[in-house]
Nanobody, 120 residues
Framework: QVQLVESGGGLVQAGGSLRLSCAAS????????MGWYRQAPGKQRELVAI???????NYLDSVKGRFTISRDNAKNQVYLQMNSLKPEDTAVYLC??????????????WGQGTQVTVSS
């Protein structure tokens, strides 16, 4: 099993910043992509940012220039620095990680989600 623990959500005023963290642990042989998704009430889940093991990064257009994703391979952690937050960024943010278990089978796991609320 692979477990993800997220932290860093909260309530912030528009224009403020938050940093999300996600730590992976368990029977990990390797990690490929690590990403952050978000889901607002009544809306579909959307990819916010993703980083591969080769450090290829993609962002949702609406967060480009404001959010930065990074990873620490030694710690099996991924981070999302969110600056210049807007009320429309309000959502539950979920971490997603995929890779190989120690038995070389593939995994694709989700964190429990962390609430980010941006007040106007």
């Amino acid at each position: 099993q692979v477990q993800l623990v997220e932290s860093g959500g909260g309530l912030v005023q528009a224009g403020g910043s938050l940093r999300l963290s996600c730590a992976a642990s368990g029977s990990i042989f390797s990690i490929n992509a690590m990403g952050w998704y978000r889901q607002a009430p009544g809306k579909q889940r959307e990819l916010v940012a993703i980083i591969t093991r080769d450090d290829i990064i993609n962002y949702l257009d609406s967060v480009k220039g404001r959010f930065t994703i990074s990873r620490d391979n030694a710690k099996n952690q991924v981070y999302l620095q969110m600056n210049s937050l807007k009320p429309e960024d309000t959502a539950v943010y979920l971490c997603n990680v995929n890779g190989l278990y120690r038995n070389r089978l593939q995994y694709d796991v989700w964190g429990q989600g962390t609430q980010v609320t941006v007040s106007s």
